[in-house]
């Protein structure tokens, strides 16, 4: 079996096995990985997951809140403070995304 084909075989059996995942579970592997790398101060690699979320579902709140936890800590103060914002459009009460967010349009204010 040549090497091509061999590659073609594994290839298409990965992308059989994450076709039976549902939404929901690729959203949790997801949010798992990119917490891991948060945790690990590894902001733009957890970013990427993130990002990997909200393609899945883009009204998540929770991929929504660690985008911008992710971009803030990143020092993207104004995009953070957009995704914290798109979080409370859909969780009006999420009480850490308005914290964040305020604590965010201060600085952006004081740095005016």
């Not at 945790?39 to 990997?52: I, L, N, P, S």
Request: charged share 25%; proline share 2%; net charge neutral.
């Amino acid at each position: 079996m040549s090497n091509h084909y061999r590659f073609l075989c594994q290839l298409l059996l990965v992308l059989l096995l994450l076709g039976c995942d549902s939404v929901a579970d690729q959203k949790a592997e997801l949010f798992k990985q990119g917490s891991s790398f948060f945790e690990a101060g590894e902001y733009a690699k957890a970013q990427v997951h993130f990002v990997r979320m909200l393609r899945l579902d883009p009204e998540d709140a929770t991929g929504r809140y660690w985008m911008g936890r992710a971009l803030e800590a990143q020092r993207m103060l104004r995009q953070a403070a957009s995704y914290y914002s798109a979080v409370l459009e859909v969780a009006p009460e999420h009480r850490e995304a308005k914290v964040y967010l305020a604590r965010i349009l201060l600085i952006v204010k004081d740095d005016k």
